[in-house]
């Protein structure tokens, strides 16, 4: 089945032509007039009706360009959407270095040649994520697509993360920087960096909050939408008091907690932003070294971890889908497995 679809570019408007039938790959492309692209369009897919094959693309394979555009379209425009955004962006880059070439030309050799090229330039957790989406498409192309193509990108070297980062603020930085917050041009940001040290939320989800996820009652914030499965997270009595003083008399239950009713698309995909200058700026002035807003969940974790919390709640309040995740914060509890080991010094004696 053909369709013809208008596409905005700087120059004017052009016109994509994409031919889908069963059994056969999706082929596309585009055209300054809409007369050419109705004319390709009939001519692809008569050409594909009576057993050929377009261009000189073998059956069973497909460009690489067309693969990711399939991709994009049907895969990536179903998740969420930070998710759609970032590979949008990876399959950017895998254009830099796979255009021109067929699924089954894109050998592990190759995608092992251009990961040690962009290793010169990012660290290994952009390249993961581009490598990801490469692997992904393959099985998706076999299964879905009827195409007879095996994944170059399982057999091949992945870069290895560096040790993670952990931050985390004491009592005496945690106190200073939320009386610095509460001087800042932003009225909610020492509402909002007190709830994230009071809940270990990530930051875009308590900036993105709306007060039909707050149950005051109940001590609870539901998380339908979340980076990973959705959880229920527990408010300290202190984060209900501040929440409190900024819920309106007649709280409209889809109105956003702390953001604007408009705001731009950015800030939509991620609702920290509307806080990082002010935030950056509160950290600056309290003097606080190397700390980004994503270290207030880590502060949060860690005090968790060190007044008893268990790991396995820790994990369940963060939203971590393993165990690997919490296991960062161990370290944490060294001193207390001194005194424990403590207690049975007399054995023996």
């Known amino acids: 089945m053909a369709r013809i679809a208008k596409v905005k570019r700087k120059r004017g408007i052009a016109y994509k032509a994409e031919v889908r039938l069963k059994g056969h790959p999706y082929v596309s492309q ?105 692997s992904h498409l393959y099985p998706i192309a ?71 996820q707050i149950d005051v009652d109940a001590r609870i914030v539901d998380l339908t939408i979340t980076k990973t499965k959705p959880r229920r997270v527990p408010l300290t009595v202190a984060a209900v008091e501040i929440i409190l003083e900024i819920m ?22 991620r609702p920290n932003l509307f806080f990082r200058r002010a935030f950056d700026n509160a950290v600056k002035k309290a003097g606080i070294d190397d700390f980004h807003m994503h270290d207030l969940r880590h502060t949060a974790a860690s005090h968790l971890l060190m007044s008893g919390a268990d790991l396995r709640t820790l994990a369940e309040i963060l939203g971590h889908s393993t165990m690997q995740m919490v296991q ?6 060294d001193d207390h497995k001194l005194k424990a080991i403590d207690r049975i010094e007399h054995l023996g004696g």
């Not at 008399?249 to 953001?259: A, G, K, N, S, W």
């Open 248 to 269: 309106p008399e007649r709280c409209m239950q889809d109105r956003p907690v702390f953001l604007p009713e408009k705001i731009s698309s950015t800030i939509k995909r």
């Open 142 to 212: 076999r299964t879905e697509w009827n195409l007879d193509v095996a994944n170059p990108v399982a057999s091949i070297r992945k870069p290895s993360q560096p040790n993670g980062r952990l931050r985390f603020l004491t009592r005496d930085e945690a106190r200073h920087l939320l009386d610095v917050c509460k001087t800042s041009r932003n009225p909610k940001l020492h509402i909002f960096v007190q709830l994230l040290l009071h809940t270990g939320m990530r930051p875009s989800e308590g900036a993105g909050l709306r007060w039909s």
């Open 30 to 134: 585009t055209f300054d007039r809409l007369s050419d692209a109705q004319r390709w369009a009939e001519d692809t897919e008569k050409a594909l009706r009576s057993g050929g094959y377009v261009g000189d693309t073998p059956l069973g394979d497909l460009r690489f360009t067309a693969a990711l555009d399939r991709y994009l379209l049907e895969i990536s425009s179903r998740k969420r959407p930070n998710t759609k955004a970032r590979e949008e962006t990876s399959g950017c880059r895998l254009l830099e270095g796979f255009r021109g070439v067929t699924l089954r030309e894109i050998t592990p050799a190759r995608v092992a040649s251009y990961r040690d090229k962009r290793l010169k330039d990012i660290g290994p957790s952009t390249i993961q994520k581009e490598l990801a989406l490469l």
């Open 328 to 333: 960062r914060y161990t370290h944490l509890l």
